[in-house]
């Protein structure tokens, strides 16, 4: 690893070019839509072909059995009868969709790009932090950054064995048409006022995807349908959505929503049309189901987990419980409904007062939250006004389910700024940086 | 066994063009144990093509879109069921024991539950008992709420139609743990849709009519089913259009052979 040469742009030019590109990132503040540049640093985490492999073999097994899992939910719910996973947390989950029961997406597939986030423990052990299977965002700022990159320094990545990251747009799109059920694959964006209307524009770019909103789909005879500018119409197979569930059809979900398309249930439960990701996804990502993914593994797969979860405690259980109260102090407490770094708490951060108040809340709702053990992961270097400094990075790998399951060989890595923090998320101000994997 | 016949029709008039008018409508009634579907047809008008489907609660899920400009929509409904109340129906889905969107109890509800509280009763006594209590508190008045009124607001004001209390005794239901869902449909006294519930016993669904505070036997006919009226709804629209406004006329008549 020694021998590899760090790109030698600096990180002021690269983040420059970023910017002309236009690679940012939307976030809604106290009611106000901002778009900030995601500040990118130019030293890669670097992954050796070993590690590599052996991450692919468990986030694939992990992936596998959270698809089999959510079928399983949504029709027989063996998993329940046999008493592996207690119904209440299956049930209370707001990801859970009773308008789903029933419905079999194409193949079977519910979770078609699965970003699975993961750290490295100072031990050298990865441990999963968490899944995200409602079409997580991501993967294309470190594809772009890897463009920018190979151009300021073509010869690093030409003598070094780094495994090239732009088969992500072939892996999306044999994912896409694996489920396609007869028409064009398309890309719906609520628009540019969309967090992640930038990642929508590009991937639609590189897969050959139709980027659409909403205004111009319409289903008819249950099956979706473009609007051509001529008024004429083209079939779309395949739909790639960011767009909340209860957003998504305003006739079967929230009445409201502006930004659904009628009748889009109707045409997916007929088979007419893949929704990627799958509706009702919500309920295997759930922070509290989170727990049981290793018992899913053994449960569906009869194989053990390759990869870890970080010590999770669930205060649900009196045992959990009774330790998640004596130990909140050096815990960090998880709100099972937040997404994007919110309602995550750390022990070790609250007053006396604060942690009496949320060992009461705890004592209330003992399903609304996961506690974890602080996981002392690895520090990564990351350039700060000219100088080296060290920073807490996670790593969010993608999975896409098509025919096979499949890794892409990079993935983003994401640092908090705040030499203090263990929140890495883009939406709480983090930056990124690219990842490497090495061919041997 | 009673065989009867209805006819279902609802108008719904626009007083400007609308257009790309997307339709889901649960107006075909599902055949089930305790109704046989002899016969039954939909007509819609404007004339369009429509797709049918079966949603996860069992619901006869009508679907259409209209993309030409139009000032009106109107369906009629006429059909003929075999209605036989000493069968039981028996399909369950977990949901029902949760609370829904429009069942979500508030401090006041919780009050109320704990106030009247009977362990010692049977389910099915229980939704009676409820009723019965409610009505002491609540009275029935028509245009009181509307089709977006939680159990929760309704209770609030103490006032509300049918389908507000359907909510509220699902919503006291499913504190004490009790299966039971929400139930759109006809009576024989014919009219405009009404709304009951059914109870889980344990082994079988027994419908009530919180409302009237009767149980139901063979004078209901059930057009959807679900958690709570979001699922149920007999139609639903999606249109675009300039402002508009849309008034809609629904009546039912209902004879017995």
Request: hydrophobic share 35%.
């Amino acid at each position: 690893m020694e021998n590899i040469s760090f790109p030698s742009a600096n990180v002021k030019e690269i983040n420059e070019l970023l910017r002309r590109y236009g690679v940012k990132f939307g976030i809604y503040k106290n009611g106000e839509f901002k778009e900030q540049l995601f500040p990118f640093d130019t030293i890669p985490r670097v992954i050796s072909a070993d590690s590599f492999s052996y991450l692919e073999k468990g986030l694939i097994q992990r992936v596998d059995a959270l698809n089999m899992f959510l079928y399983d939910i949504y029709h027989e719910k063996k998993i329940i009868a046999d008493k592996i996973i207690p119904e209440e947390f299956v049930y209370i989950s707001s990801g859970y969709l009773p308008q789903c029961e029933g419905i079999t997406p194409p193949k079977k597939i519910y979770s078609h790009i699965s970003g699975i986030d993961l750290v490295e423990g100072k031990d050298g052990e990865w441990y999963i932090l968490e899944d995200n299977l409602r079409i997580p965002s991501g993967a294309s700022y470190p594809l772009i950054a890897r463009e920018l990159t190979r151009t300021a320094s073509p010869d690093c990545f030409s003598q070094s064995g780094i495994v090239d990251n732009r088969n992500y747009a072939e892996l999306l799109r044999s994912a896409m048409d694996s489920v396609n059920c007869g028409g064009i694959n398309a890309i719906l964006t609520p628009g540019r006022y969309n967090a992640a209307y930038f990642e929508h524009s590009y991937l639609a770019e590189l897969t050959g995807a139709a980027l659409v909103q909403n205004n111009e789909l319409f289903v008819e005879d249950n099956m979706l349908f473009q609007k051509t500018y001529t008024g004429g119409k083209t079939r779309i197979g395949a739909l790639y959505r960011r767009i909340s569930d209860e957003y998504l059809d305003p006739l079967t979900f929230n009445p409201c929503s502006v930004i659904g398309v009628p009748n889009l249930t109707e045409a997916y439960r007929a088979g007419n049309v893949a929704v990627i990701n799958a509706l009702g996804n919500g309920v295997a990502d759930d922070k509290g189901i989170y727990y049981f993914v290793p018992k899913m593994i053994k449960y569906y797969l009869n194989e053990e987990p390759i990869l870890k979860n970080a010590p999770t405690y669930l205060p649900f259980y009196e045992e959990d419980r009774k330790y998640v109260l004596e130990n909140l102090e050096k815990l960090v407490i998880k709100d099972v409904a937040e997404a994007g770094g919110y309602g995550v708490v750390f022990g070790s951060d609250l007053t006396a007062e604060k942690l009496a108040d949320f060992r009461q809340t705890i004592i209330n709702e003992p399903r609304r939250f996961i506690a974890q053990e602080v996981i002392d992961f690895k520090d990564l270097p990351i350039i700060e006004n000219g100088e080296q400094v060290m920073r807490k990075a996670d790593l969010r790998a993608f999975v896409l389910s098509g025919e096979k399951t499949r890794v892409w060989a990079s993935g983003l890595t994401r640092f908090s700024r705040n030499p203090d923090s263990f929140v890495v998320n883009s939406s709480q101000g983090g930056g990124f940086k690219d990842t490497w994997v090495l061919s041997r | 066994m009673k065989k009867i016949n209805f006819v279902f029709s609802t108008k719904l008039t626009f007083d400007d063009y609308v257009e790309e008018h997307s339709i889901a409508l649960r107006c075909i009634p599902p055949e089930t144990e305790t109704q046989h579907i002899v016969s039954c047809q939909l007509e819609i008008t404007p004339l369009i093509s429509t797709n049918r489907t079966v949603d996860a609660f069992g619901n006869n899920v009508t679907s259409g879109y209209i993309a030409k400009p139009h000032r009106f929509l109107d369906f009629e409904v006429r059909c003929t069921a075999e209605l036989d109340k000493t069968k039981r129906r028996t399909d369950f889905m977990p949901c029902y024991s949760r609370f829904s969107e429009y069942t979500k109890p508030d401090g006041a509800l919780y009050d109320f539950h704990r106030q009247i509280k009977n362990d010692s009763l049977s389910p099915l006594e229980r939704a009676k008992y409820y009723s019965e209590r409610l009505h002491e508190i609540m009275s029935y008045e028509t245009n009181s709420t509307t089709i977006k009124t939680t159990a929760a607001q309704a209770f609030a004001q103490k006032k509300g139609v049918c389908q507000d209390f359907s909510h509220i005794i699902l919503s006291l239901l499913r504190i004490d743990g009790i299966p039971c869902r929400y139930i759109a449909g006809l009576t024989e006294s014919g009219g405009e849709t009404h709304s009951w519930i059914e109870v889980w016993t344990g082994e079988c669904w027994r419908g009530f009519d919180p409302t009237s505070v009767i149980f139901v036997e063979d004078e209901y006919i059930t057009l959807s089913q679900g958690c709570d009226f979001g699922d149920c709804a007999i139609d639903r629209g999606v249109m675009k259009g300039a402002f508009t406004r849309q008034m809609q006329l629904v009546s039912s008549r209902i004879t017995v052979e």
